[in-house]
C-alpha cells in the first residue's frame, strides 16, 4: 500500500465549476501538507502548504486537512482554463530527526471553457 | 534571477550508454534533490545532498550517481542506461529548513531504446 494515494483522474470540468482534489495517506506521522501544481512540460510549483487540521484559504484556493482520517483536500473555487494542470499532493514527515517528502501521483485536471 | 535550470531537456540514449544531467541553482540554497516522474508512480526521490560536498540516497538509488562538487550544482549520472531509467528527470532545490517548500527546475525527459 502506498503512503500516498492520490487519484489520477483525468478530471474535467467545466469552467466555473468548483472542483475538489483529494489524497488520502496511511502514515500518522505526516505532519504538514502541500499542495503543488505542474503545468505541462513543466515542473512542480508549490501553491499552498498547511499543518494543523482546518481549512487554509489562497484566493480562489482553499486547502483542507483532517488529521482524523487522514484525508486531505484542495478545492478550487471558480475555475479557469489556467487551473488546467497536473496536482500532487506532497505530505512531510519528521522521522529519527530527518525530514521526509512522499508525493502522490498526481491528478490531471482539464477546465473546459 | 533563473532558479534553477537543468541541462539537456531532452536526450536519447541506446542501453548501455553513459550520461550526466546538470542541475544549476542560483537561489544559494543548501538542499538539492533529483527526482524521477513515471506515468501513476508520481515523484520519486533518487539522491539528494544536504550541502556541498554530501550526497544520500533516496528511494530509487540504483542505477544512478550523484556529485556536489559546488554549492549551486547537483549532477546526476547514469553509468550504463537501461530502458527502465526512461523518464522525466526533475532537480529540486530548497533551503532546507522546510523540504515542502521545494523550487523544481523544468525537467530532463529522458528515452533508452
Known amino acids: 500500500q502506498k503512503e500516498v494515494e492520490q487519484d489520477p483522474g483525468p478530471l474535467s470540468v467545466p469552467e466555473g465549476a468548483i472542483v475538489s482534489l483529494n489524497c488520502t495517506y496511511s502514515?500518522?506521522?505526516?505532519?504538514?501538507f502541500m499542495w503543488y501544481r505542474q503545468y505541462s512540460r513543466k515542473g512542480p510549483e508549490l501553491l499552498m502548504y498547511?499543518?494543523?487540521?482546518g481549512n487554509k484559504e489562497d484566493g480562489r484556493f482553499t486547502a483542507q486537512v483532517d488529521k482524523s482520517s487522514k484525508y486531505i483536500s484542495l478545492f478550487i473555487r471558480d475555475s479557469q482554463p489556467s487551473d488546467s494542470a497536473t496536482y500532487l499532493c506532497?505530505?512531510?514527515?519528521?522521522?529519527?530527526?530527518?525530514?521526509?517528502?512522499?508525493f502522490g501521483q498526481g491528478t490531471r485536471l482539464t477546465i473546459n471553457p | 534571477n533563473a532558479g534553477v535550470t537543468q541541462t539537456p531537456k531532452f536526450r536519447v540514449l541506446k542501453t548501455g550508454q553513459s550520461m550526466t544531467l546538470l542541475c544549476a541553482q542560483d537561489m544559494n540554497h543548501e538542499y538539492m534533490y533529483w527526482y524521477r516522474q513515471d506515468p501513476g508512480m508520481g515523484l520519486r526521490l533518487i539522491h539528494y545532498?544536504?550541502?556541498?560536498?554530501?550526497?544520500a540516497k533516496g528511494e530509487v538509488p540504483d542505477g544512478y550517481n550523484v556529485s556536489r562538487l559546488k554549492k549551486q550544482n547537483f549532477l546526476l549520472g547514469l553509468e550504463s542506461a537501461a530502458p527502465s531509467q526512461t523518464s522525466v528527470y526533475f532537480c529540486?532545490?530548497?533551503?532546507?529548513?522546510?523540504?515542502?517548500?521545494?523550487?523544481f527546475g523544468p525537467g530532463t525527459r529522458l528515452t533508452v531504446t
Open positions: 498547511t499543518y494543523s487540521s
Open positions: 506532497a505530505m512531510r514527515a519528521l522521522i529519527q530527526g530527518a525530514q521526509k517528502l512522499v
Open positions: 529540486a532545490t530548497n533551503r532546507g529548513l522546510f523540504i515542502g517548500e521545494q523550487y
Open positions: 502514515n500518522s506521522a505526516f505532519q504538514y
Open positions: 545532498s544536504v550541502g556541498e560536498g554530501t550526497t
